[in-house]
């Protein structure tokens, strides 16, 4: 049957980068969750004790990333409620996170619990790339803004400049929409060719499922990489075109998936 919803806002702001709001309710009977918006599309939801309620994309990267003996240093670019960040802190990295918009890094620490350890820059993420002076043993792109992708940030030239500040056996970790099949799947193809084009081995990984209701995830590296769980056997081979600096794609190939992206969400929210 369907659930009833319950729910407040406890923050609210609109500004040049979007309206952001947190808001806190229950499912039924459900225990209290709280979830953080931007411009309409949740980006991340706990429970009030901690858990991770939209568990599908976490439970993946979780399983993704295995815990570092030593104390590895990871890059976050799209610190959302920071349930990423955290789940790095567990895994012993130290934690740079990086978003555009201060107001992510207020919401993270005050309403989602972001660890103190985190160190959060508010920056565009490819300006941060570009004046970097470190390197890093973990990248993840998370940088859904709502449900679209920033073209800028996953060109062949910031990929060819990210591999100066990775260290040997680093791995990037690319969060994606979940289509790889007809023309929704047009920017999975440019993504990988990118990747391709700037040096990177690759994997692409996701939870069974259809393809309108799941992440990718991209694993890429400078070096061979092994085997991982809820690994995909098929490539994407839909074009031949690469997202560049001079000839950005992704807002165009991307804007059919991301629109059945927002339908298919919204439906699911709002009907419940």
């Known amino acids: 049957g369907t ?4 729910s407040e806002t406890i923050y609210y702001s609109d500004g ?5 709001e947190v808001k806190q309710g229950r499912y039924g009977d459900a225990d209290t969750f709280r979830y953080l918006t931007l411009n309409g ?3 991340s939801e706990v429970f009030i004790k901690g858990t991770v ?3 599908d994309y976490f439970y993946l990267l979780d399983t993704l990333i295995a815990p570092e003996s030593g104390r590895g240093k990871a890059l976050v670019l799209g610190l959302g409620g920071g349930l990423c960040s955290n789940m790095l802190v567990r895994k ?3 934690v740079d996170a990086v978003d555009i918009d201060a107001r992510m890094t207020l919401c993270a620490h005050k309403f989602f619990g972001l660890d103190s350890s985190v160190n959060c820059v508010t920056s565009d993420g490819r300006y941060y790339l570009n004046h970097l002076d470190k390197k890093y043993d973990l990248v993840l792109f998370d940088v859904f803004r709502a449900e679209e992708q920033p073209s800028h940030l996953i060109t062949e030239q910031s990929l060819s400049s990210l591999k100066q500040h990775l260290l040997d056996s680093a791995r990037i970790f690319i969060n994606w929409h979940g289509f790889m099949s007809s023309e929704n799947g047009f920017g ?3 993504l990988y060719n ?3 084009r700037a040096g990177f081995y690759i994997k692409m990984c996701a939870l069974p499922g259809p393809e309108e209701s799941r992440n990718l995830v991209f694993i890429a590296s400078l070096s061979p990489l092994g085997e991982y769980p809820f690994e995909l056997n098929e490539t994407p081979g839909l074009t031949t075109l690469v997202n560049t600096d001079e000839r950005p794609l992704l807002e165009k190939y991307n804007a059919g998936a ?3 992206w927002r339908e298919n969400y919204l439906r699911y929210y709002q009907q419940r």
């Open 16 to 20: 040049m980068l979007g309206r952001i």
């Open 194 to 196: 990118t990747l391709r």
């Open 258 to 260: 991301n629109l059945k």
């Open 53 to 55: 309620r939209n568990k």
């Open 41 to 43: 599309t949740i980006q």
């Open 92 to 94: 012993h990295f130290n």
């Open 3 to 6: 659930l009833r919803v319950t």
């Open 188 to 190: 999975t193809s440019i």
